[in-house]
């Protein structure tokens, strides 16, 4: 794991949906991050770290 992806999965802990912008900028991820954050913490979190986490194809 490099150094960049180590830092976004401490982003995604802390700031869900600011990982998921900086990895994939604005976009339909980052409404569905901010939308499962506003709801439930805990399913934004996962879907940040599942977003930071995958490989870019």
């Known amino acids: 794991m490099d ?7 401490i982003i995604a802990i802390l700031l869900p949906p600011l990982a998921v912008f900086l990895k994939k900028g604005l976009g339909k991820d980052l409404l569905i991050n901010v939308l499962l954050c506003f ?19």
């Open 3 to 9: 150094t960049n992806k180590l830092l976004l999965v």
């Open 39 to 57: 709801f439930f913490f805990i399913p934004g979190l996962i879907h940040a770290l599942w977003v930071v986490l995958q490989e870019d194809l």
